[in-house]
């Protein structure tokens, strides 16, 4: 299946939703909006292709009621997602949802990109989770792509799972909690040996933790 889900917001209207497939989304305020499934998705096979866009000093903040649960299909265990934000001068954006699941030995690839301008103000979480209780089997990988107008932002790649650099009988991590904000000037944190934010070169910073379990 092909889902395909286009949020537009901008100043002085509500935020704007086109959807198709299995995802969909709800205005829960003035400025928020809540992502719904509407059908078991990704299955492998399936193409998850999500649009969001946030106007000219509008601002938008993007939940999700349930987490995601990447399943196996009988024809293939891949399933994968686009994701594109794009943000426009004095433009803010706040997306946290609900973790993606990768549940009964499935891989999941997700592709996000990010087109800021100048001004553009950004908060975007992401958290995954290998398995569910009893599991673990399964792989993601996520490829982040992030600009300020023509100067690069961020190029990132992380693999947890099967298939994965650090995959690993004894300690590999199956689970990932990411926060890329801009701006930001914090200086760089480290959290014990699993996490950490860094300052990027143009401005902005990159949370990052693994570990075995997502944190409560």
Do not use: K
């Not at 704007?16 to 969909?24: D, K, N, P, R, V």
Request: no cysteine; glycine share 14%.
């Amino acid at each position: 299946m092909r889902t395909e889900l286009r949020i537009v917001a901008a100043v002085g209207s509500l935020p704007e939703i086109h959807a198709s497939g299995g995802l969909t989304a709800r205005r829960t305020g003035s400025d928020t909006v809540h992502m719904v499934g509407t059908a078991a998705t990704p299955l492998g096979g399936d193409e998850l292709d999500i649009a969001i866009t946030v106007g000219p000093g509008a601002r938008l903040v993007v939940r999700s009621v349930a987490a995601t649960i990447a399943l196996p299909s009988a024809a293939t265990l891949r399933s994968s997602a686009r994701w594109r934000f794009e943000v426009a001068a004095g433009g803010e954006l706040d997306f946290d949802p609900e973790p993606t699941i990768v549940a009964g030995g499935a891989h999941h690839h997700a592709v996000t990109t990010v087109r800021l301008a100048t001004g553009a103000r950004l908060r975007l979480r992401e958290r995954v989770q290998i398995g569910r209780v009893g599991e673990d089997g399964g792989g993601w990988r996520g490829d982040v792509i992030a600009d300020i107008g023509d100067l690069p932002l961020l190029r990132h790649r992380l693999a947890l799972g099967a298939g994965g650099a650090a995959d690993d009988g004894l300690a590999a991590p199956r689970a990932l909690d990411s926060e890329l904000v801009y701006p930001d000037d914090r200086p760089v944190e480290t959290i014990g040996l699993t996490g950490s934010r860094l300052p990027l070169a143009a401005g902005g910073t990159l949370f990052t933790r693994v570990g075995p379990l997502l944190a409560g």
